[in-house]
Structures are given as C-alpha cells and as structure tokens.
C-alpha cells in the first residue's frame, strides 16, 4: 500500500494554498473562515506538519477530524489547539452539512521580541490530543469569537507599530478563557473524568503489585497516560483540577501506601523494600518516604 504524502506547512500562506484560500493579509497572522476552506486534493485525507500555531473553532467535524469517539457535552462547537511540530490528519468528507468555523493561525515569528513568545508554552492545552478538544457551549463561543473577530479588525485595519502589541494581549485574553473553559469541561465531564482516575488506581496498583519495580523502576507519567490514551499534560491538568495534585506527586502517593503497607506487613528490610519499589539506592527511598510522612521507614515501622 503506498503511503499517502504528508505536507510540510512551514508558513500561513502555505496553509492558505492547500485550504484553497487567497493569500493571506499577514504574512504572520490569519483568522480564517473554515466555511469557505476547499482543501485542494482529490483524495479522502489530507495530512500535514505545520510550523505555526493554529486555533480552530468548528461546527460539524464529527467523524471528520480525529476527535475520538467522546460524546458531546454542548450542542455547540468543538475548539481544537495545535502547536509548531504537530501532525494534523483530516478526514475529507464532502456530503451535507459542510463543517463551519473560524481558524487562527499565528505564526511563532509574530511572537518574536513578545513575553508572549513564552508565555504561549506554559499554557498545557496546546499539548493535549484532538480527542482531549474543548466543547464549548454558545455563551463560550459568543465570547471567543468576538475576541477573534477584533483580532482580524486589527490586522485588517491597521498594521503598524502598535498592532503585534494589541493583537498579542487579545491573543492572552484568549488563551485565558481556555484555561477557564477547559477547567469548567472537567467539572462538567466529571463522569469521563473519574472513570479515568479509576484506570489510573488500577494501573498503579497493578504496576506495584507486579513485582517488576525493581527491575523497571518507578512508572513514569508519559507511560501511564499512554497507557490510559491521553495526552501527559491532559492527565497532568485534569489530575491537579481533580485532586490538587501532579502525576508525579500521584505516583508518589500511591508507592508510599504501598510502602506503609510492605513496612506493616513484612518483615523485608527497608533497603529489600526500597529495591523492590524500584530504588537502586536506599537512601532516596528513605528521603522521598519522610518528605511525604515526616518519618523514616524504620520509625514508621516502630510505631505499628
């Protein structure tokens, strides 16, 4: 089977060709409208590696882009974040209804000399899967395209001195209302979310039971959400949302219950515990385990 080509998209007006778009007024910034994109090829998908930051807020991608197979929250759109170096696979599916939207594309170069340039990396979403997109309801669209709509108004109206500036601070109102809409999608999606905090138990009970610690080491939080198909900085927001804590943190809790169980219940030495919890050395397992209890492992083990 030959495989099919994937595009290599390095600026905006690359991605204007292949949409079927006219070239863009910035070279550096395009809010489109996905109604009118044409992608200029005659097969069923279309593959590409882009080199800019995209923002897309859509109507009727069901089935169309790799979302996954999650059931809608709103009756609204689905807004998708991709970042430099992403792979993007699209489904073209041209029967009723045509998918509808708005896109921001923003090129890193518009960033430059900008805090933003920074900043923009800090915030997770950005990192998550297709399948991890935000569903916004009408009220949240309302407010997300009025801030696109002002950005587009600046970038047509006026390029000079002061336009990176002014479009670069509604970019960060922007990214704002993201943080907030996707930490109002984990209380909304609780249902979705504790079944995933429920995988994460079992597979951290059945890494430590396993008897393979000492010879893998501790699991690490890429091969847990792999493990779970989500992204590491999905698990790693919702899990801080959910319970105030880092994966990382997470997986500590979990081996020092299980090391304060072994402690109990055994009589395996302190050093065969730590090895057997994947330690190469004692003494990190006896520091981890008084950060976390403010005892050591043998002054835990006196007192029970």
Same mark, same amino acid.
């Given at each position: 089977? !030959?495989n099919?080509?994937?595009?290599?998209?390095?600026?905006? /007006?690359?991605? $204007? *060709?292949?949409?079927? =778009?006219?070239?863009?007024?910035?070279?550096?910034?395009?809010?489109?409208?996905?109604?009118?994109? @044409?992608?200029?090829?005659?097969?069923?998908e #279309?593959?590409? =590696?882009?080199?800019?930051?995209?923002?897309?807020?859509?109507?009727?991608?069901?089935g169309?882009?790799?979302? %996954?197979h999650?059931?809608? @929250?709103?009756?609204?759109?689905?807004? /998708?974040?991709?970042?430099? %170096?992403?792979?993007?696979?699209?489904?073209?599916?041209?029967?009723?209804p045509?998918?509808? %939207?708005?896109?921001l594309?923003? $090129?890193? @170069?518009?960033?430059?000399?900008?805090?933003?340039? !920074?900043?923009? !990396?800090?915030?997770?979403?950005?990192?998550?899967?297709?399948?991890e +997109?935000?569903f916004?309801?009408?009220?949240?669209?309302?407010?997300?395209?009025?801030?696109?709509? *002002?950005?587009?108004?600046?970038?047509?109206?006026?390029?000079?001195?002061f336009?990176?500036?002014?479009? =670069? +601070?509604?970019l960060?109102?922007?990214?704002?209302?993201?943080?907030?809409?996707?930490?109002?999608?984990?209380?909304?999606?609780?249902? /979705?979310?504790?079944?995933?905090?429920?995988?994460?138990?079992?597979?951290?009970?059945?890494?430590?039971?396993?008897?393979?610690? +000492?010879?893998?080491?501790?699991p690490?939080?890429? @091969? #847990?959400?792999?493990?779970?198909? #989500?992204?590491?900085?999905?698990?790693g927001?919702?899990?801080?949302?959910?319970?105030?804590?880092?994966?990382?943190?997470h997986? $500590?809790?979990? =081996?020092?219950?299980? +090391?304060?169980?072994?402690? /109990?219940?055994? !009589?395996?030495?302190?050093?065969?515990?730590?090895?057997?919890?994947?330690?190469?050395?004692?003494?990190?397992?006896?520091?981890?385990? *008084?950060?976390?209890?403010g005892?050591?492992?043998l002054e835990?083990?006196?007192?029970?």
């Amino acid at each position: 089977m !030959k495989n099919k080509q994937v595009l290599v998209l390095n600026s905006i /007006s690359d991605f $204007h *060709k292949i949409a079927g =778009l006219p070239a863009p007024e910035h070279p550096l910034v395009s809010v489109i409208d996905y109604g009118l994109v @044409d992608y200029q090829t005659d097969d069923s998908e #279309i593959s590409w =590696l882009q080199h800019f930051y995209c923002i897309g807020l859509k109507h009727d991608m069901k089935g169309r882009f790799r979302y %996954g197979h999650q059931q809608y @929250d709103f009756e609204g759109g689905i807004v /998708s974040m991709v970042s430099p %170096g992403q792979l993007v696979q699209i489904t073209i599916d041209k029967t009723p209804p045509k998918p509808t %939207g708005i896109i921001l594309c923003l $090129h890193p @170069d518009f960033l430059w000399n900008n805090p933003m340039a !920074k900043k923009i !990396k800090e915030y997770d979403y950005f990192g998550y899967s297709v399948n991890e +997109a935000l569903f916004v309801s009408e009220k949240e669209e309302e407010v997300i395209l009025d801030v696109l709509q *002002k950005m587009k108004q600046e970038y047509h109206n006026n390029i000079d001195a002061f336009s990176q500036g002014i479009i =670069l +601070a509604h970019l960060e109102v922007l990214l704002n209302y993201f943080e907030r809409f996707y930490q109002r999608q984990f209380i909304t999606r609780q249902k /979705s979310n504790h079944l995933i905090l429920e995988k994460l138990e079992n597979l951290l009970n059945s890494y430590f039971r396993s008897g393979d610690l +000492a010879e893998k080491g501790l699991p690490q939080a890429q @091969d #847990i959400a792999s493990e779970l198909n #989500i992204s590491t900085n999905y698990l790693g927001t919702l899990l801080k949302s959910l319970t105030g804590q880092t994966t990382l943190q997470h997986i $500590h809790s979990k =081996l020092i219950e299980t +090391a304060k169980e072994k402690l /109990s219940t055994t !009589k395996l030495s302190v050093s065969e515990i730590a090895f057997e919890l994947g330690f190469e050395h004692s003494q990190s397992f006896n520091r981890l385990f *008084k950060s976390k209890t403010g005892v050591t492992p043998l002054e835990y083990r006196s007192w029970n």
